[in-house]
């Protein structure tokens, strides 16, 4: 199991991460940011919003990971 995170402060909303893996990731147009799906708010280690999954398939974290390498401000982390 890994725990796939996302810091909404630094997202800049590109839609990369949707683009890629969109599964679990989609674009909230009205704030101009990504949004993890069924991500759960979690207390971040350095302020701001932060919200995580728990993901266990194979498949489905090689897809969380593809969204974390496209992420051009890195604020999606995949955590094993």
């Known amino acids: 199991m890994v ?3 996302h810091s909404l402060d630094n997202c800049i909303g ?3 991460c949707a683009a890629v893996c969109p599964k679990f990731w ?3 147009y ?8 069924d991500g759960k708010k979690s207390p971040p280690a350095g302020g701001g919003e ?3 999954l728990e993901v266990t398939n194979e498949e489905d974290i090689k897809c969380n990971q593809e969204a974390a390498d496209v992420c051009p401000t890195q604020v999606i982390k995949v955590i094993k």
């Open 26 to 28: 989609d674009m909230d």
């Open 3 to 5: 725990k796939v995170t």
């Open 50 to 52: 932060e919200f995580e």
């Open 14 to 16: 590109c839609g990369s």
């Open 30 to 37: 009205e704030k101009g940011k990504a949004v993890l799906k």
